[in-house]
């Protein structure tokens, strides 16, 4: 371990030394990734389509290549997973990451290459550690282990040629063999299947371990430890593990989760590091934990475009580089991979708050917003309102939803909001009212829109029991993992299942 925990401190060293020239050089570092991307390529079937071996510029690419969605690709994904070779990167495909679906899939199949694997996934982890250790040099992280909440899904065989499961699975399987003396559970609890027997046998590893940093979605993460706390009589995390220094999240806002995580470490302060990874590439690394934001990575193998969010909307293909982007600005984030993907859609958005580094903060999904009344009402701002509204009123917030009420006859129309609260506030119609300021507040489209109450009314409000979104995704076969409440839809599809569940004694 000693010898394990040397190693890793020198690539610690070497790496921050490569970070800073990233910073330094970032749109060379850009240009460099672009031509290894298209040259790496331009002998497999997507690159002879689009003609590579000629392409001599980034708009020539940008000309040549239309923008991708995953329905636009999924039959070159399909040759892949079938055992076909050269397709949309060089060689065999073996490891498919399996997330969400799209409007015609109900789950999409993300190629993941050896190149991504090493140079993108594993190197963001990595890069973690790094930047951790510089910023704290005197941590213990590597004295013990870290406790990994991955996805719930165990690898599955497609067929003799390939292999798909969630991506924190894909990465259990390919991880070295010196990673296990590193992280918890045991890599057979880490692959079960079933959510609610993973989290009982984690627990029981766990225990057992020295745990020094956790790593996992918020929500589901506080699951686990409140049953932790449950299981060995504890009200304090520290209790349990002394040595408990650094949660890594990423996946949700951490806004709402904040105080809920304080409560269970007292007499400690906990640090927190947020990243920005997914199936489709790992891309951002909170690197001042008194900031919001995170350092955008541009030597993982992948190579940005940026579109602005009303152009994406009006199918307007213009993207920019990093050279162009502009401060507080939604853009939707396009990516070329060394794992095939070229031009792709990843539907997050997200908004510079720097560019010297290049640093980003994510803003919501491109398909999880309300826009029935022209309020064009984001996840951000839902967050942030959702944070002002728990302050004023002393309350704390485990979950929400929110959805439009569509106007009748008789009635303006609307948004309705279902949130399980941990603590409740004493009135649910004030704490309303304080949430429709904060939306004005962070939103003058919904102000607009809200003004003297003449095109949408007062936000509805219901208090979920508790335990009504953990349900609602057990329903839904979504415990665990990178599975995440939907916080907001244009439409009623999830908050009429959520209200009509709440009902149930």
Known sequence: MALINSIISWFNIKRISKIELMEKFPQEVQIETFIRLIQAAKDTEWGKKYDFETIDSIKDFQNRV???????VKPYITKLREGEKNILWPGEIKWFAKSSGTTSDKSKFIPVSEQSLEDCHFRGGKDVIAIYSNLFPDNGILSGKTLVLGGS?????FNNHSYYGDLSAVMIENLPFWAKFLRSPSHEVALLADWEEKIEKMADEAIQEDITSIAGVPSWTLVLLKYILEKTGKNNLLDIWPNLELFVHGGVSF???????????????LRYLETYNASEGFFAIQNDLNSNDMMLMLDYGIFYEFQDVDDYFAQN???ITIENVKLNKNYA?????????????????????????????ITGRLKH???????????????????????????EIKEYTAAPVFPSDNNLGGHEWIIEFETKPTNINFFAEVLDNALKSVNSDYEAKRYKNLSIAMPKVHIAKQGLFYDWMKNRGKLGGQNKVPRLANNRIYIDELIELNKVS
């Open 66 to 72: 239309p923008i991708q969605e995953y329905d636009d």
């Open 153 to 157: 899904h165990q690898i599955d065989n």
């Open 255 to 269: 806004k709402p989760y904040k105080k809920q995580f304080d409560k269970l470490i007292i007499g400690s302060k």
């Open 317 to 319: 293909n213009k993207t």
């Open 333 to 361: 984030l396009i990516i070329t991979t060394n794992g095939g993907l070229w031009r792709y859609v990843i539907g997050d958005t997200i908004m510079f708050t720097n560019n010297n580094p290049y640093k980003i903060k």
């Open 369 to 395: 917003y309300i826009n029935t009344f022209g309020e064009e009402l984001i996840i951000d701002n839902a967050d942030k309102a959702i944070e002002i509204a728990a302050k004023k009123t002393n309350s």
